[in-house]
């Protein structure tokens, strides 16, 4: 069967995407599958036409239009089948304000938040209560992501996220514990806690190795890491992705998962949580790809 690796593209992610392309695609070589690798940073019409001859499309894109739902509805039209959740999932699970609002709504817990447009001034925050997280709202691996202590720098946070999007997220800061909940083939993984060695876990925590101590499993009772594992399950059914998600969410002093956001497309590098979670699981990385592959057939 021949697999069509999709990477690289075109978007702030670039780099990690090209990474987690390069080890999606050594698996596959590793399980048999014949391998033809895509990078669309020309565009997707640079290669749609030998796209069209694989038999699965394996879309390791980060962010942007890999992410969105756009090339997966480009996917569509061709009649290519391909791994990760379809398009209109994709658009609601990338967009931070539109997936905390669907949480919400189902009663689940999600920091207080407001969204600035393209040409909205800095808002009054009274409502919400510093320290506050500015973010992009369609951006992964925290980039443009900011922790801002008072209203002195608050301006300048919200610059940095608007160089990655017209719209950025200020929302409540969570004192707590970083966890997140990888789900695959309808199954919620382990929970690993992410301890960074800077004060959020930014780009080069994510990155670098030795950087970031991750637990898994972390001290919890059992009834609590259940709990939050049919949580993060939920929500993944909640927002109609498939074969696989990540969940990521900040564990109050109570021991209260707040929902952060979903990634569609969790990176598969080598210091990526979905194939660590999976690892301690008894899931290696080749076979973790042959499950998503399976799944997507």
């Not at 670039?14 to 565009?43: H, M, Q, T, W």
């Not at 997140?180 to 990155?207: F, M, N, Q, R």
């Not at 499993?217 to 259940?226: F, Y």
């Not at 939920?234 to 998962?257: A, E, G, Q």
Request: hydrophobic share 35%; charged share 25%; glycine share 6%.
């Amino acid at each position: 069967m021949k697999i069509g690796v999709l990477m690289g593209g075109s978007s702030s992610e670039r780099d990690v995407s090209l990474n987690s392309g390069k080890a999606i695609s050594n698996a596959c070589l590793e399980l048999g599958y014949e391998v033809i690798n895509f990078d669309p940073k020309d565009g997707f019409s640079s290669i749609a036409v030998e796209i069209k001859n694989v038999d699965l499309v394996f879309n390791a894109l980060h962010g942007g239009d890999g992410e969105n739902g756009v090339i997966s509805s480009k996917l569509n039209n061709l009649g290519v089948r391909y791994t990760g959740s379809e398009k209109e999932s994709s658009a609601i699970c990338i967009d931070k304000d539109t997936s905390k609002t669907i949480i919400k709504r189902e009663n689940y817990f999600t920091p207080d938040w407001l969204l600035l447009k393209k040409d909205d001034r800095t808002p009054e925050v009274k409502n919400l209560s510093f320290p506050l997280v500015v973010k992009p709202n369609s951006e992964g691996s925290t980039i443009g992501l900011s922790i801002v202590q008072d209203e002195s720098k608050l301006n300048d946070a919200i610059e940095l996220a608007r160089n990655f999007d017209s719209k950025v997220l200020i929302e409540s800061f969570i004192d707590g514990r970083e966890i997140t909940v990888g789900i695959i083939a309808g199954k919620p993984l382990p929970i690993i806690e992410i301890i960074p060695s800077h004060e959020l876990y930014d780009y080069e925590c994510k990155y670098t190795k030795g950087m970031t101590d991750y637990i898994c499993p972390p001290d919890l009772e059992e009834n609590i890491s259940l709990s939050i594992q049919n949580i993060a399950l939920k929500i993944h059914r909640l927002l109609k992705c498939r074969h696989y998600s990540r969940v990521d969410f900040r564990l109050d002093k109570n021991n209260k998962p707040w929902f952060l956001e979903i990634n569609t497309h969790p990176g598969m590098t080598e210091t990526s949580l979905l194939p660590k979670s999976a690892a301690v699981a008894g899931i290696d990385f080749n076979s973790l790809i042959n499950i998503i592959i399976k799944k997507a057939l």
